[in-house]
């Protein structure tokens, strides 16, 4: 029996924060912004913390398809900045909505976690032991940049986004069609950001002290997702077996309007098919994909039950990234 999403629903803080209000505590302008980012404003939030974004989120997907959380049989949560260690992000949100059914856990991938979410809950559903998974991308980024470094704060925003898989009642195909997912840990110094840890009473000193913010090789993973995403997009649409021209919309991840300008040129699909959002929301890492497939499907530009067929493309920290072809 065939899986589809049936609903989709994001979430961002209330806060607006335009590129002048940086330019109040940091040496930078709109202009910079606007020209090397693409970004012109972002959510951030006054004290809302992952869940509550990801349980906003989850809300707004089950109020739209109508169904109670208790019929929720599992929930993913894809996150960098999780509530704490433990409990996971996920739990926290099956007890804000009242999923008393459904197991739950989160995935770390960065800004690459909605797509590697996606295919987590793509085999479960494909098990055929679950009939309904809700799969969340959220991160609270403003709590872990370093808002005194102007290279990377004027880059994130908050929010998440998701979508419900639920089996049909009828034979029908799966709604991913493919997937490419990869990782390179060996370039994990790319981009980190740290928890901080209790320093236990028999830890070797060290010289150097470990930082807690997030710091990004800025240039090195421009270059990294100009060389590595073209190809997995290549990639996945071969092993659908289609060719570009039959992918609706490429939704890639968020991150800079001049990185979705030069995938577009490599890959050869016209930029007028890549969606985008980063104008308004900056780099909101694992809720970007999901929050913007929202957005589209409530402007009426991507509709579900068109069997349109959508391309999902995440890159981040880890290294990690990869693509997955979703059917409406
Ligand atoms: N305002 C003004 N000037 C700035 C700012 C700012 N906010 N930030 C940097 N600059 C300056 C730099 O100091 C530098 O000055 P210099 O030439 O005097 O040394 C100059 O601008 C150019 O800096 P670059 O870092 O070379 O600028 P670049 O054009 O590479 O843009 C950026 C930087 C936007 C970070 C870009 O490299 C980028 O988008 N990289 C990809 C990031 C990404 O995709 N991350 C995704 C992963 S996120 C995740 O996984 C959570």
Same mark, same amino acid.
């Given at each position: 029996?065939?899986?589809? &999403?049936?609903?989709?629903?994001?979430?961002?803080?209330? $806060?607006?924060?335009?590129?002048?209000?940086?330019?109040?505590?940091?040496?930078?302008?709109?202009?910079?912004? =606007?020209?090397?980012?693409?970004?012109?404003?972002? =959510?951030?939030?006054?004290?809302?913390?992952?869940?509550?974004?990801?349980?906003?989120?989850?809300?707004? %997907?089950?109020?739209?398809?109508?169904?109670?959380?208790?019929?929720?049989?599992? %929930?993913?949560?894809?996150?960098?900045?999780?509530?704490?260690?433990?409990?996971?992000?996920?739990?926290?949100?099956?007890?804000?909505? +009242?999923?008393?059914? /459904?197991?739950?856990?989160?995935?770390?991938?960065?800004?690459?976690?909605?797509?590697?979410?996606?295919?987590?809950?793509?085999?479960?559903?494909?098990?055929? $032991?679950?009939?309904?998974?809700?799969?969340?991308?959220?991160?609270?980024?403003?709590?872990?940049?370093?808002?005194?470094?102007?290279?990377?704060?004027?880059?994130?925003?908050?929010? /998440?986004?998701?979508?419900?898989?639920?089996?049909?009642?009828?034979?029908?195909?799966?709604?991913?069609?493919?997937?490419? $997912?990869?990782?390179? +840990?060996?370039?994990?110094?790319?981009?980190?950001?740290?928890?901080?840890?209790?320093?236990?009473?028999?830890?070797?000193?060290?010289?150097?002290?470990?930082?807690?913010?997030?710091?990004?090789?800025?240039?090195?993973?421009?270059?990294?997702?100009? #060389?590595?995403? *073209?190809?997995?997009?290549?990639?996945?649409?071969?092993?659908?077996?289609?060719?570009?021209?039959?992918?609706?919309?490429?939704?890639?991840?968020?991150?800079? &309007?001049?990185?979705?300008?030069?995938?577009?040129?490599?890959?050869? &699909?016209?930029?007028? #098919?890549?969606?985008?959002?980063? /104008?308004?929301?900056?780099?909101?890492?694992? +809720?970007?994909? *999901?929050?913007?497939?929202?957005?589209?499907?409530?402007?009426?530009?991507?509709?579900?039950?068109?069997?349109?067929?959508?391309?999902?493309?995440?890159?981040?920290?880890? $290294?990690?990234?990869?693509?997955? &072809?979703?059917?409406?």
């Amino acid at each position: 029996m065939g899986f589809k &999403i049936t609903s989709t629903g994001h979430y961002v803080p209330s $806060l607006v924060v335009t590129n002048e209000d940086l330019t109040e505590f940091l040496d930078t302008s709109d202009e910079w912004i =606007h020209k090397r980012t693409g970004i012109s404003e972002r =959510h951030i939030s006054t004290g809302e913390n992952t869940s509550d974004l990801a349980s906003a989120a989850a809300k707004k %997907i089950l109020e739209k398809r109508g169904i109670s959380a208790s019929e929720i049989d599992f %929930i993913i949560v894809a996150t960098m900045t999780p509530d704490a260690s433990s409990p996971s992000t996920a739990c926290l949100v099956q007890s804000k909505i +009242g999923a008393d059914q /459904a197991f739950c856990m989160d995935i770390n991938a960065a800004c690459s976690g909605f797509v590697f979410a996606l295919s987590t809950a793509a085999h479960y559903m494909k098990s055929g $032991l679950y009939q309904k998974g809700l799969v969340l991308g959220a991160d609270t980024m403003s709590k872990v940049i370093n808002w005194e470094d102007r290279s990377t704060a004027v880059l994130f925003g908050d929010g /998440a986004g998701g979508l419900l898989l639920e089996h049909g009642d009828e034979d029908g195909e799966d709604c991913i069609l493919a997937e490419d $997912l990869h990782s390179d +840990g060996v370039r994990y110094l790319a981009l980190t950001a740290n928890q901080k840890d209790v320093q236990n009473p028999f830890h070797a000193k060290e010289e150097s002290q470990p930082t807690y913010h997030l710091e990004m090789d800025g240039r090195g993973i421009f270059d990294f997702v100009i #060389r590595s995403v *073209p190809k997995t997009i290549e990639d996945v649409i071969k092993k659908a077996n289609l060719e570009k021209n039959d992918i609706s919309w490429v939704i890639a991840h968020q991150a800079n &309007i001049r990185l979705l300008e030069a995938i577009s040129k490599k890959v050869k &699909i016209p930029f007028s #098919r890549f969606a985008r959002n980063i /104008a308004t929301t900056g780099n909101t890492s694992a +809720g970007s994909i *999901p929050i913007l497939l929202d957005q589209m499907i409530e402007s009426g530009e991507i509709k579900l039950d068109s069997k349109e067929k959508v391309l999902l493309t995440g890159f981040g920290g880890g $290294l990690t990234w990869g693509s997955i &072809i979703i059917t409406l």
